[in-house]
């Protein structure tokens, strides 16, 4: 089950491989049910955050499904799909400049904004969290999201318009912080607009 891959380690991840379930759900991830879709990318998300090798068991098309499928997609299905991308990202530099060059900077910004004006339910940790690992490895990744919109849509999660509290859990201010990191980190200019934004 994918809570018994949550609780366990490497060995269970394997297994699952073993078995054929990564390759079943890779296959679900262009399933017209959004349930589906929505455990696979759990499934998925969960081998990968438990073995970096998981990555590699998930090819190039698939991810593309996967960016693809942030769009449109019901709030909890965005929610795994973004953990999946997070965990993809943060296994190596190179998957997360692949996943910037299938275009996965716009609907993470754009799942962000749907958080911050209430559209969507549920958190912007992963969603923030995928995209500062791609901003980190790829700086036109950066450029790409401040030309979206991110920096004004993390400080609007930030909760900048109110400096006596926080806009969301202080664990998710953290991983929110470490994305306007990886976005000014490129380029010195880039921190201009977070001033203004009131980051």
Known sequence: SVTGVQTCALPISEMVQK?????????????????L??????????????DAQCAGWIP?????????????????????????LQSLARVSRPMASTL???????????????????QAKGSPQAAAAALGHICDAQPDAAK?????GAIAV?????GSGDASRLGQP??????????????????????????????
């Open 144 to 148: 790409a999201a401040l030309e979206h």
């Open 100 to 118: 910037y060059d299938l275009g996965a900077v716009p609907p993470l910004v754009a799942q962000l904004q749907q958080v911050a004006r209430g």
């Open 60 to 84: 190039q098309k698939a991810q593309k499904l996967l960016v693809s499928g942030l769009s449109g997609a019901d709030d909890e299905t965005c929610q795994f799909a973004a953990a999946l």
């Open 19 to 35: 078995e054929g379930a990564v390759d079943a759900a890779i296959g679900m991830l262009s399933h017209r049910d959004p349930l």
């Open 170 to 199: 202080p664990h998710v201010c953290a991983v929110l912080c470490a994305c306007l990191g990886a976005l000014a980190a490129p380029e010195p200019t880039h921190t201009a607009p977070m001033v203004r934004a009131g980051c």
């Open 154 to 158: 993390l400080a609007s999660l930030l």
């Open 37 to 50: 879709r929505r455990h696979a990318c759990r499934l998925l998300a969960l081998c990968c955050q438990h």
